[in-house]
């Protein structure tokens, strides 16, 4: 049966290196007998030009019905700020999209600030701090008085135990086999308590997998000095937010930091980088990112939909891109290069 994947540009460079995704993705479905059916969705300032709405109702209605999609980076700053259809679209929470799982790499011939790197990086991303995760409504915020102000932090025990298991899905495939899980429960007795009480669980699951854990500001140090010793990190949502970007950047910057939101049915490719405006429209915003999310989602659904086409799209992708940046001819300027954004997305789909 054919893959349901939509196709969200988001903002500025989301118009440019999305369509670079969908070319490649749809390249190695073509080479492996994968049948895709795309749905393109409005969403962002064009769907607000069009329809007066940032997320028009129809595009969260057709969402429920697809296998995942792709999503642009969405240009939040540029939204007026009173305008109550502007807003960041509410799909990690919307769709139980729990695990954001980003996948940080290094290559040799690439500049990065360490070689070797090849760390997943797994973020629970429906409780803890943030916002619109820790509640049904409201903020998860509140201030008593002009004195002091209150955060709350949601960590349950189905929640850490649904993304500890798939840190430990993902270890098991990888040759290391080794989670490490980053909290700081001897502090945070309860809620990083039971964040790591639940890893430990999960671990009794997996014994071929070796379960680490590190308490987040020894993590803080060890990832910046030594990040080679990682293969897979599961943690709760700020913590991961923050060090997800610290990976990218130790391995090589936004362009090359791609990821997927996934939960228990659907999936959402979305690299880390935003929209980008300083070089919107130039055609020189590295596509990398956004590629390497559609393959991993596309790996994601052929393992979870038992598609073996899909994992070898993948495959084939991972491929491609690897020759593309080890020959350097067909790079963008951020990592080195002379080549447009889709000059690097038709070198990609020529190696195919
Ligand atoms: P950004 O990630 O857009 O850009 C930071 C720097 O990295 C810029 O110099 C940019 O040119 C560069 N960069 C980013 N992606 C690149 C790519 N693929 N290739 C080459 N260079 C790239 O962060 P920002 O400037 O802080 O935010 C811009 C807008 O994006 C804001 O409106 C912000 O709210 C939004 N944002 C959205 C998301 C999202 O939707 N996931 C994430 C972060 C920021």
Redesign the pocket.
């Known amino acids: 049966m054919a893959l349901k994947i939509g196709i969200l540009l988001?903002d500025d460079?989301g118009l440019e290196?999305v369509p670079e995704a969908v070319k490649v993705m749809t390249a190695a479905a073509e080479q492996t007998g994968l049948a895709i059916e795309w749905r393109p969705l409005p969403i962002g300032r064009k769907a607000h030009e069009a329809h007066g709405t940032t997320m028009p109702p129809g595009t969260i209605e057709t969402l429920s019905g697809l296998d995942g999609w792709l999503l642009g980076?969405?240009?939040?700053?540029?939204y007026p700020r009173n305008d109550p259809t502007w807003f960041n679209p509410p799909l990690r929470k919307k769709f139980e999209l729990f695990a954001s799982v980003k996948p940080v790499r290094s290559y040799p011939n690439l500049p990065s600030v360490h070689k070797n790197m090849d760390v997943v990086f797994v973020r629970e991303t429906t409780e803890g701090l943030t916002r619109g995760g820790t509640v049904v409504a409201g903020n998860g915020e509140f201030r008593p008085n002009d004195e002091i102000s209150i955060g709350m932090r949601v960590v349950t025990r189905r929640g850490a135990n649904r993304v500890a298991r798939v840190a430990f899905e993902i270890a098991r495939t990888r040759p290391r086999k080794k989670v490490a899980t980053v909290h700081k429960a001897p502090t945070f007795k309860l809620v990083c308590g039971m964040f790591a009480e639940e890893c430990h669980k999960v671990a009794a699951d997996f014994p071929d997998v070796t379960l680490e854990d590190v308490l987040i500001d020894s993590f803080a140090l060890k990832l910046a000095m030594k990040p080679q010793q990682y293969d897979v990190v599961v943690t709760t949502n700020t913590f991961g937010d923050i060090f997800t970007d610290l990976g990218a950047g130790l391995a090589g910057g936004?362009?090359l930091a791609p990821g997927i939101c996934a939960g228990e049915h659907q999936a959402m490719a979305?690299a880390t980088?935003?929209?980008?405006?300083?070089?919107a429209g130039k055609g020189i915003?590295?596509p990398y990112?956004m590629i390497m999310s559609g393959k991993s989602l596309l790996e994601w659904l052929g393992h979870k939909r038992g598609e073996p086409q899909a994992v070898a799209a993948a495959k084939c992708i991972d491929a491609a891109v690897d020759r593309v940046i080890a020959e350097a001819k067909h790079l963008?300027p951020?990592v080195g290069g002379k080549a447009s954004t889709s000059q690097m997305g038709d070198a990609i789909v020529a190696v195919m």
């Open positions: 988001g460079i290196v980076p969405i240009g939040h700053s540029a936004l362009g979305q980088h935003g929209s980008a405006p300083d070089i915003a590295n990112a963008t951020d």
